[in-house]
């Protein structure tokens, strides 16, 4: 759930407690601190998953490069290129400029480089 799911969940609450007598100014307060705290924990997770998932992705794209599948581990380096990884570019770069798993391309590889820097 995003900043903007939590908000409106919070929103609700807030709504809800201009009717109950239960809900106070500082119960309200605490809660959204909660819905905060759990909110930059939503976007830290988000972000350690992406990252690893990138690693995850290159890392089984350099197996399939050294069981000679370069078809498969093009795909895995560019998935985790797209996930910000930099060794991942590195290394789509290096299969279109030797031709692994696709026809070489020299403008391919300057174009993985300008993207990346």
């Known amino acids: ?3 903007y799911g939590l908000m409106t969940v919070f929103s609700t609450v807030c709504e809800i407690s201009y009717s109950s007598p239960f809900l106070t100014g ?8 909660y819905f905060q705290a759990l909110d930059i924990a939503t976007r830290e997770f988000a972000a350690i998953s992406r990252e690893r998932e990138a690693r995850a ?9 050294n069981d000679g599948r370069h ?3 093009l795909r895995h380096f560019r ?17 279109y400029e030797l031709g692994l798993g696709t026809r070489r391309n020299i403008r391919k590889v300057n ?3 300008a993207v990346n820097l």
């Open 26 to 33: 500082q119960l309200i307060g605490d809660l959204l601190g």
């Open 57 to 65: 992705e290159n890392e089984v794209g350099l197996r399939y490069i």
């Open 71 to 73: 078809r498969r581990a």
């Open 1 to 3: 759930m995003g900043s």
């Open 79 to 95: 998935r985790a290129s797209f996930l910000d990884n930099d060794q991942a570019a590195y290394n789509v770069g290096q299969c």
């Open 111 to 113: 174009i993985v480089l």
